[in-house]
């Protein structure tokens, strides 16, 4: 298998110490899936023990100071509580995006650089809520990907068969809850690399993984996961 880059955009809640006074009456929001991804940090730890990682990132601020995994225009990016910040706390935001994209973007170049003829796999590691505005959420794991590009669809289906034989009670879904082709740091990348570029967002039930450990949420996704 080639390399393989690992990200977990949404891994953390925390906010930033300059906006922190933005949100000194948040504390319950920020602890529901509105301000991270719950659940994704352990598990994007222990695959990066058991795959093949060439570099692996996760961020480290809540997604409603910054939304790592948007794309620099996209008006979604910052939160309610930050869109209208003064443009010196905007620009330090603006870093820890920057900072973030950039130390990913920078690894896949210089592979792909050094290794002409090969491709390079990103997964980036999310969860989603149950429940969304009353309606429920039918799957366990779901993995998106662009349905333009045959090398990752074929992926992206050849990776459901292996999990649906690994775990037959669970649902995997392609392209739910979510659409792969959506924005986000993978689609954004898609852009800048080209199809030598390969990126998966694997989605994960966070009310499902209240039944699983990290451990083995994490053997379960590097077992299956095909070779390209």
């Known amino acids: 298998m080639n390399s393989i880059i690992l990200s977990c955009e949404h891994a953390s809640n925390a906010v930033p110490s300059f906006v922190a006074n933005l949100f000194a009456d948040q504390k319950e929001k920020l602890a529901t899936h509105r301000g991270y991804d719950i659940g994704a940090e352990p598990v994007f730890e222990k695959l990066?023990?058991?795959?093949?990682?060439?570099?692996?990132?996760?961020?480290?601020?809540?997604?409603?100071?910054?939304?790592?995994?948007?794309s620099g225009n996209h008006p979604a990016r910052f939160s309610p509580a930050t869109k209208n910040i003064s443009q010196v706390?905007?620009?330090?935001?603006?870093?820890?995006?920057?900072?973030?994209?950039?130390?990913?973007?920078?690894?896949?170049?210089?592979?792909?650089?050094?290794?002409?003829?090969q491709t390079i796999l990103h997964l980036s590691i999310h969860t989603f809520t149950p429940v969304l505005e009353g309606k429920e959420r039918l799957a366990e794991i779901g993995l998106l990907y662009d349905p333009g590009c045959p090398q990752e669809l074929?992926?992206?289906?050849?990776?459901?068969?292996?999990?649906?034989?690994?775990?037959?009670?669970?649902?995997?879904r392609l392209n739910y809850p979510y659409q792969g082709k959506s924005d986000g740091h993978t689609s954004s990348l898609?852009?800048?690399?080209?199809?030598?570029?390969?990126?998966?967002?694997?989605?994960?039930n966070q009310a499902w993984l209240t039944t699983q450990t990290p451990a083995k949420v994490a053997r379960l996704l590097a077992e299956t996961l095909p070779t390209h």
């Open 190 to 204: 898609r852009k800048k690399f080209g199809s030598r570029y390969l990126g998966i967002e694997v989605e994960m």
């Open 48 to 70: 990066r023990t058991l795959l093949p990682v060439l570099y692996a990132a996760k961020g480290n601020c809540t997604r409603l100071a910054i939304d790592l995994n948007r």
């Open 154 to 172: 074929a992926l992206a289906k050849a990776w459901k068969e292996k999990l649906h034989a690994k775990v037959p009670e669970c649902r995997i």
């Open 89 to 117: 706390l905007r620009c330090k935001l603006e870093k820890i995006w920057i900072d973030f994209r950039n130390s990913i973007e920078k690894e896949i170049r210089t592979f792909l650089k050094r290794n002409s003829k």
